[in-house]
């Protein structure tokens, strides 16, 4: 036997969070609405297969927390498992963002009430920010993505890759 590459491991983990582009909308809407948004704006390219974004107006996300915020495990909604006994939100597990990062190239733009711009923010395959730049948009969060890329993982990004696309035909 042999340990699988951690790239590999990733992308088998994310397909599995990650089915379809509806997945993708579900999860970031749900992300939306965990941050008390009260208006959400979703833009989709060729039903999403070309570019996903999804704009709201909720609180955004802390300075502090956006280098971890699509680090797997990573979370601000659960400390431990014995807070899931009193959730009150629809995400908890700290997986989504990180594992559409496998997937699609994504930027973050993020600001809240107390930062004086939005910040841009540029993702890589694991979630970790690559570049940043301010930006023009108000308060709360947009995700803006392109799915689907890393073809260059060829042959196993193919399974994952037709698994996707085999999906978003049926949807
Ligand atoms: N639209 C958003 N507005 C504000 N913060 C957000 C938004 N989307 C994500 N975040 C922050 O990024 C973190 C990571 O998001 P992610 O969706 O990966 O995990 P989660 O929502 O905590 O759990 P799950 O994987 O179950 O969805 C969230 O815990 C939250 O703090
Ligand atoms: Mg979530």
Redesign the pocket.
């Known amino acids: 036997m042999k340990q699988l590459p951690a790239d590999t491991v990733r992308l088998l983990s994310s397909s599995q969070?990650i089915t379809s582009v509806v997945n993708v909308m579900k999860?970031?809407l749900?992300?939306?609405l965990?941050?008390g948004?009260s208006s959400i704006d979703v833009k989709l390219d060729n039903y999403g297969l070309d570019r996903i974004e999804?704009r709201?107006n909720?609180?955004?996300?802390k300075a502090a927390?956006t280098s971890?915020?699509?680090v797997?495990h990573?979370?601000?909604?659960?400390s431990s498992h014995e807070d899931l006994e009193h959730l009150e939100?629809?995400?908890?597990?700290?997986?989504?963002?990180?594992?559409?990062c496998a997937v699609a190239e994504v930027a973050?733009t993020?600001k809240t009430v107390t930062d004086d711009v939005s910040i841009q923010y540029t993702l890589n395959f694991t979630g970790e920010i690559v570049s940043q730049k301010p930006s023009h948009l108000g308060q709360?969060?947009t995700?803006s993505l392109a799915p689907i890329l890393y073809l260059q993982l060829c042959y196993l990004a193919c399974v994952v890759f037709h698994s996707f696309f085999r999906n978003c035909l049926q949807e």
């Open positions: 969070v999860e970031l749900e992300n939306s965990d941050a948004a999804v709201d909720g609180q955004g996300i927390d971890v915020m699509a797997r990573y979370t601000s909604k659960i939100t629809y995400g908890f597990r700290g997986e989504a963002l990180g594992s559409i973050v993020t709360g969060k995700h």
